[in-house]
């Protein structure tokens, strides 16, 4: 049989490396105009070399592969197969993406299998043609890219969110699409400095974003001690500095507050956790001492679906954890409160998607305890909350006369 053409096209960028303070070698990649070595992707990253005996080459099926000299040890390989007797080729692109071609198609990429870091041009999310759902791992340390404790990815059930975990533990959520953001991060607006595109169709549920400016260095990065950061490169500075970065506060933990609790960082010297309207805390002891895990309850007078229901508007606010929510995008914010009203279980409702207006954005709402919810000083969206006659004519009193008028001409 003759031997099939393989070839591998690399730069500087990508070559074999040791990180500070060990012996092990990996096969990675970095920046090359950056004079801070700034790892963005490793190859074998829980299967070390521990010696120079590594070699990375295309095998006949279009395997990128790294062996031993003697090829009787395999320390990774992109465990792909392409059409046999084919011209297969591996090349670095500029754009940080380590590429198996099968002739001019690609056969496997490296944005499809991030390490710690999300880079412009990624795609974050599912393909749900092959399944292939893209996560961005943290090392285990500094010094060590094995795959670490935490992990970002998107979650699908109810309205697309992203979670930060660590384990199987949620430590931060990014709330959901708002069509212009996520309603959790409040700095993710239209004049941000990336081309942000969230996708959902047949093919795939997906987030992906590009530089305006294509001379600034830019990479989001889950790191070691459990933080998502922005990082941006100062060259006048050699340097990469902080851009954005979560959690910030003690309210972006997740569930914070418990179920049906609000969380606002903004009350100077006042207990962060408060209960939504309508609500009253679960155990006042806890309050008291500054805990607000056990969350709230309905308060004991209330008096749900009987005449007078209504709802109250928070603004500015990460609406509840959809996990559990129900999405309905062929209905407007005014249908979407006359179906949830018309439900007795329904506690809740918000936009799905305000860049298309009150009457096109869709719906989300809740019908089982509401978690993790918390105010912004701006950015977020509206949410409104189910409450009974009394407590939605004590909150109107309270409201701001715009909102009063909203909730007159609504139930008149």
């Keep these: 049989m003759e031997e099939t053409p393989a070839k591998l096209i690399f730069s500087e960028r990508c070559r074999r490396l040791s990180p500070a303070n060990s012996s092990n070698r990996y096969v990675g990649i970095w920046y090359n105009k950056i004079s801070d070595q700034t790892v963005v992707w490793v190859a074998n990253r829980d299967r070390p070399i521990s010696n120079s005996s590594g070699i990375l080459s295309v095998d006949e099926t279009g395997n990128l592969v790294l062996h031993e000299k003697d090829q009787s040890f395999v320390f990774w390989s992109t465990n792909v197969s392409g059409v046999a ?42 393909d749900k043609k092959t399944g292939l759902n893209r996560v961005v791992t943290s090392w285990k340390s500094s010094g060590n890219p094995g795959v670490g404790d935490y992990s970002y990815k998107m979650e699908f059930v109810g309205s697309t969110q992203l979670f930060l ?67 941006t490169w100062h060259e006048s500075d050699r340097k990469w500095i902080g851009f954005w970065w979560a959690p910030k506060d003690q309210c972006d933990g997740y569930n914070h507050c418990g179920p049906f609790g609000l969380c606002d960082p903004y009350t100077s010297g006042i207990f962060e956790c408060a209960c939504l309207p309508g609500y009253e805390p679960q155990s006042p002891q806890d309050w008291y001492l500054r805990d607000g895990s056990k969350g709230c309850k309905r308060e004991v007078r209330t008096q749900m679906c009987g005449v007078g229901d209504g709802f109250v508007e928070l603004d500015h606010v990460k609406v509840p954890d959809t996990s559990t929510a129900r999405v309905n995008m062929s209905l407007g914010l005014e249908a979407c409160e006359e179906l949830c009203l018309r439900n007795c279980t329904c506690l809740g409702y918000a936009s799905a998607d305000i860049s298309k207006g009150v009457n096109g954005g869709g719906c989300i709402m809740w019908y089982v305890d509401m978690i993790d919810t918390r105010t912004f000083s701006d950015g ?33």
């Design 165 to 231: 975990y660590k384990g199987m533990a949620k430590i931060w959520r990014t709330g959901s699409w708002t069509g212009h953001g996520w309603s959790g991060v409040p700095e993710m607006t239209q004049n941000y400095i990336f081309n942000v595109t969230y996708i959902n169709n047949n093919d795939e549920v997906a987030l992906v974003y590009l530089i305006c400016n294509s001379s600034i260095f830019s990479r989001l990065v889950v790191n070691e001690s459990g933080i998502v950061e922005r990082l």
């Design 380 to 412: 977020g969206q509206s949410f409104y909350i189910r409450v009974d006659a009394t407590e939605l004519g004590m909150s109107s009193m309270l409201l701001p006369r715009e909102i009063q008028i909203h909730f007159f001409l609504t139930y008149l």
């Design 85 to 126: 007797n084919n011209v297969f080729s591996a090349q670095l692109l500029d754009s940080g993406n380590l590429v198996v071609f099968q002739g001019e198609a690609y056969l496997w990429q490296s944005f499809d299998h991030p390490s710690n870091t999300f880079l412009p041009g990624m795609k974050f999310g599912l």
